[in-house]
């Protein structure tokens, strides 16, 4: 009869033990709100200074990078990897922090079920999600951030005065043009990635490891005829489709001329992109451009990482903290 008893509550013991188990994003300080855009759920966590989280104050959107990662990607010891590539604190004292999930991509995943790039995948096609790879493009990004903060500005603990949006490498292109077409951004922040485009990034890699004759380079540019050819093409392809390489392939930079907002250019001269911002820089003083501020950092890597003596990315030697230190000081100039 024991033994009976003790496998009919078997079930409910690991039942009990898996909701134990079960994390959201509460449990790691953070607000999880959720809106609708064009039938689509959207995931926002928001992050507030411990107390104030009523306090009416701005809001700082920060826009991430590309491939579907969760938001919150947890340890072998339940805690969680940096959710802002910086630390938050910098700036809680003076904004409410928020990022938006990629689309149909958990919110909380363990990292262990991850790729190593941090990446998810369906578990029964081991590859993407399709509604996340058809949506993966520069549009549907910069409209559903658009109606994102109109959703948070109806938040009460939202000053709808200055909204600041920062993005980096991929977030950064989707920043730009959401602030060409939301009026309620006030600043932008543009991080580390190529103001004319993925394909310029794309060949000028080429062009530095590529044979004799330009044989891989020359097949880009065929490449790039068909992405004009047929740059609405949505089918999925891999990890990707012909409208997104070709979205975020247009150069930020027509979104960027366009501006009268103050606009921060943040990036690493190790980058492969540093001579694009420079050349950006050349010409925005030759255009009497005086909205933009540049800021480079000698001998950081499009992560903001140092190098070593061997020339080897310096993961220890992290620079996130000081950039975000330096977007606070630049925001605190009106």
């Known amino acids: 009869m024991k033994q009976t008893l003790l496998l009919f509550f078997l079930p409910l013991l690991f039942c009990f033990h898996v909701a134990a188990q079960a994390k959201k994003p509460e449990d790691f300080g953070f607000r999880h709100l959720q809106t609708l855009y064009k039938q689509d759920t959207v995931d926002i966590l928001v992050l507030s200074k411990r107390g104030e989280e009523e306090m009416e104050k701005p809001l700082f959107l920060f826009i991430q990078g590309s491939l579907p990662k969760p938001l919150i990607k947890l340890q072998e010891n339940g805690k969680p990897y940096m959710v802002f590539p910086f630390e938050a604190g910098i700036l809680l004292n003076d904004y409410h922090l928020a990022i938006i999930s990629k689309p149909y991509v958990p919110l909380i995943r363990e990292a262990s079920e991850l790729r190593r790039d941090m990446a998810y995948v369906n578990p029964e096609t081991n590859n993407f999600p399709e509604k996340y790879v058809k949506r993966d493009n520069l549009d549907y990004y910069a409209s559903r951030n658009k109606e994102v903060i109109k959703f948070l500005q109806k938040?009460?603990?939202?000053?709808?005065?200055?909204?600041?949006?920062?993005?980096?490498?991929?977030?950064?292109?989707?920043?730009?043009?959401?602030?060409?077409?939301?009026?309620?951004?006030?600043?932008?922040?543009?991080?580390?990635?190529?103001?004319?485009?993925?394909?310029?990034?794309?060949?000028?890699?080429?062009?530095?490891?590529?044979?004799?004759?330009?044989?891989?380079?020359?097949?880009?540019?065929?490449?790039?005829?068909?992405?004009?050819?047929?740059?609405?093409?949505?089918?999925?392809?891999?990890?990707?489709?012909?409208?997104?390489?070709?979205?975020?392939?247009?150069?930020?930079?027509?979104?960027?001329?366009?501006?009268?907002?103050?606009?921060?250019?943040?990036?690493?001269?190790?980058?492969?992109?540093?001579?694009?911002?420079?050349?950006?820089?050349?010409?925005?003083?030759?255009?009497?451009?005086?909205?933009?501020?540049?800021?480079?950092?000698?001998?950081?890597?499009?992560?903001?990482?140092?190098?070593?003596?061997?020339?080897?990315?310096?993961?220890?030697?992290?620079?996130?903290?000081?950039?975000?230190?330096?977007?606070?000081?630049w925001l605190v100039k009106k």
């Open 155 to 329: 938040q009460t603990w939202i000053s709808e005065e200055e909204v600041v949006v920062a993005g980096h490498s991929e977030g950064a292109a989707v920043a730009a043009k959401l602030a060409e077409l939301s009026k309620d951004v006030t600043r932008l922040i543009f991080a580390s990635t190529n103001p004319f485009g993925r394909m310029m990034t794309i060949i000028s890699q080429m062009r530095q490891q590529d044979d004799s004759l330009g044989t891989a380079t020359e097949k880009q540019f065929e490449l790039w005829q068909e992405l004009i050819n047929d740059q609405e093409n949505n089918q999925v392809q891999g990890e990707t489709t012909f409208k997104s390489i070709y979205s975020f392939s247009k150069p930020p930079i027509d979104s960027l001329r366009k501006l009268k907002i103050p606009v921060l250019i943040a990036y690493g001269t190790k980058d492969i992109v540093a001579p694009f911002f420079d050349y950006m820089h050349l010409e925005t003083i030759r255009n009497k451009k005086k909205n933009f501020t540049f800021m480079p950092y000698v001998g950081r890597e499009h992560n903001f990482f140092g190098f070593d003596e061997s020339g080897k990315v310096n993961y220890d030697d992290f620079g996130w903290d000081g950039v975000a230190q330096d977007w606070k000081e």
